[in-house]
Nanobody, 121 residues
Framework: QVQLVESGGGLVEAGDSLNLSCAAS????????MGWFRQSPGKQRELVAG???????YYLDSVKGRFTISRDDAKNTGNLQMDSLKPEDTAVYYC???????????????WGQGTQVTVSS
């Protein structure tokens, strides 16, 4: 079965960096769009960044210039490099995979369990 496993979350101070990783198995990773979502208490889940199977990227406005999404199809992994972290970035971060063919804003088929990112001020 398909498994997505996130790692790399933690507690950091404002201005620090974290690199989240997502290891995928059970699917042809190169044929899927990968998205990183986040959800904090009382807020809706939001798409933070996405990368299509063609390499096109999307970023939420509030993370542009600070976060970088990447993928390694040979290793079935994806990453979200988060720099200059802010307290408002605090959330549970999820990686997800979508077979939607027209960008990262379609429905997602598979989800990881999430990793907590906490940024203190």
């Amino acid at each position: 079965q398909v498994q997505l496993v996130e790692s790399g979350g933690g507690l950091v101070e404002a201005g620090d960096s974290l690199n989240l990783s997502c290891a995928a198995s059970g699917l042809t990773f190169s044929r899927y769009t990968m998205g990183w979502f986040r959800q904090s208490p009382g807020k809706q889940r939001e798409l933070v960044a996405g990368i299509t199977y063609g390499g096109g990227t999307y970023y939420l406005d509030s993370v542009k210039g600070r976060f970088t999404i990447s993928r390694d199809d040979a290793k079935n992994t994806g990453n979200l490099q988060m720099d200059s972290l802010k307290p408002e970035d605090t959330a549970v971060y999820y990686c997800a995979e979508s077979d939607y063919r027209w960008g990262p804003h379609g429905p997602y088929n598979y989800w990881g369990q999430g990793t907590q990112v906490t940024v203190s001020s």
